[in-house]
DNA sequence: CGTCTGACGATAT
DNA sequence: TATATCGCCAGAC
């Protein structure tokens, strides 16, 4: 069995491009609907092969490090993706629940057993 | 080990 | 509807 932490990796790295899930949704989808904060812990150690920009938190918000740079990365790589954001809060998306991806528990158990990648940068061949 | 921290979230005010 | 609080999970010390 992986670790919380593997399996929120395999999870987010089939996130679809211009879909975005939220860090409530995802731990709940890996069986632990209060793990939330653990998958922002997650999300900040995450290596380059993790899509961390499409994880946001239930409002459908960029939820904030302290600095400003990284959020406005995030929205950059959204934008990049065909995601628009709100005109009025400018870190909130625009139509959060038309592209949140909605994957079914047994989809998400499959693909993260099947995903064999590894978080560290030197993944077996 | 116990304690504190944080890219969260639901509830109470 | 907009803050303030409190509970949770995995880690860092």
Same mark, same amino acid.
């Given at each position: 069995?992986?670790?919380?932490?593997?399996?929120?990796?395999?999870?987010? $790295?089939?996130?679809? /491009? *211009?879909?975005?899930? #939220?860090?409530g949704q995802?731990? +709940?989808l &890996? !069986?632990?609907?209060?793990g939330?904060?653990?998958?922002?812990?997650?999300?900040?150690?995450?290596?380059?092969?993790?899509?961390?920009?499409?994880?946001?938190n239930?409002?459908? $918000?960029?939820?904030? /490090? *302290?600095?400003?740079? #990284?959020?406005?990365?995030?929205? +950059?790589? &959204? !934008?990049?993706?065909?995601?628009?954001?709100?005109?009025q809060?400018?870190?909130?998306?625009?139509?959060?629940?038309?592209?949140?991806?909605?994957?079914?528990p047994w989809?998400? $158990?499959?693909?993260?057993?099947s995903d064999?990648?590894?978080?560290?940068?030197?993944?077996?061949?």
């Amino acid at each position: 069995m992986k670790s919380f932490n593997e399996q929120i990796y395999a999870l987010v $790295r089939h996130i679809p /491009r *211009g879909k975005v899930m #939220s860090y409530g949704q995802i731990a +709940a989808l &890996l !069986e632990k609907p209060r793990g939330a904060r653990a998958v922002g812990w997650a999300m900040a150690a995450a290596g380059p092969d993790v899509p961390w920009h499409r994880v946001l938190n239930s409002a459908g $918000r960029i939820s904030l /490090r *302290g600095d400003m740079l #990284s959020a406005h990365e995030q929205r +950059a790589r &959204l !934008e990049a993706e065909g995601v628009y954001f709100d005109a009025q809060d400018d870190l909130k998306l625009r139509d959060f629940k038309k592209v949140q991806w909605h994957p079914s528990p047994w989809e998400v $158990r499959a693909l993260v057993d099947s995903d064999d990648s590894v978080d560290s940068p030197e993944s077996p061949a």
